[in-house]
T-cell receptor, first 115, second 113 residues
Framework: EPEVTQTPSHQVTQMGQEVILRCVPISNHLYFYWYRQILGQKVEFLVSFYNNEISEKSEIFDDQFSVERPDGSNFTLKIRSTKLEDSAMYFC?????????????FGSGTQLSVL | DQQVKQNSPSLSVQEGRISILNCDYTNSMFDYFLWYKKYPAEGPTFLISISSIKDKNEDGRFTVFLNKSAKHLSLHIVPSQPGDSAVYFCAASNYNQGGKLIFGQGTELSVKP
């Protein structure tokens, strides 16, 4: 069964450093998302991406965050200058459901620890 | 942001019995609801969904009920199996906002043999 893959599974970084989280969505999917879950809290929407541009973003997704689809297979989330509060599990997701609230396929996540 | 609430952080059920997980929402603009299951060290996995035009959707052992007037939905698992032990997330969306899901806090289900 096709799946969303995320690398790395764990990322440790120093506060103020840039990090790039990588995702390979399911190949025929057109809609891509990033969510995150801070320990003990809800899974939160960050951003949706379609046709090479951001469709929607949450208040969390400020100027420190950016997304990119650099080629036909990868989808990345960059945090320019990490803060302690960016520590969380980051989930990439993709869907083929015309961007509607159809079932999203999530990756296993990247655990980001900012020290 | 308390638009979607799962008030029970955990639930323990005996194998073979029914598991009922509950979810409440406050935003009347939500028109699509989903349940996701999550195992440790994995991402959420889609389980079942329901559109606001329906009040019930069934898929094998899983049934989701929607009560729009009460802004309440529930997931029934019958019969429960030990492999169902996981964290279950309720999520809601608005048709115009695509894959932007608003999640509840999750309920950890433990099915004991």
């Amino acid at each position: 069964e096709p799946e969303v893959t995320q690398t790395p599974s764990h990322q440790v970084t120093q506060m103020g450093q840039e990090v790039i989280l990588r995702c390979v969505p399911i190949s025929n999917h057109l809609y891509f998302y990033w969510y995150r879950q801070i320990l003990g809290q809800k899974v939160e929407f960050l951003v949706s991406f379609y046709n090479n541009e951001i469709s929607e973003k949450s208040e969390i997704f400020d100027d420190q965050f950016s997304v990119e689809r650099p080629d036909g297979s990868n989808f990345t989330l960059k945090i320019r200058s990490t803060k302690l509060e960016d520590s969380a599990m980051y989930f990439c997701a993709s869907s083929d459901g015309l961007g509607r609230a159809e079932k999203l396929f999530f990756g296993s996540g990247t655990q980001l620890s900012v020290l | 942001d308390q638009q979607v609430k799962q008030n029970s952080p955990s639930l323990s059920v005996q194998e073979g019995r029914i598991s009922i997980l509950n979810c409440d929402y406050t935003n009347s603009m939500f028109d699509y609801f989903l349940w996701y299951k999550k195992y440790p060290a994995e991402g959420p996995t889609f389980l079942i969904s329901i559109s606001s035009i329906k009040d019930k959707n069934e898929d094998g052992r899983f049934t989701v009920f929607l009560n729009k007037s009460a802004k309440h939905l529930s997931l029934h698992i019958v019969p429960s199996q030990p492999g169902d032990s996981a964290v279950y997330f309720c999520a809601a969306s608005n048709y115009n906002q695509g894959g932007k899901l608003i999640f509840g806090q999750g309920t950890e289900l433990s099915v004991k043999p």
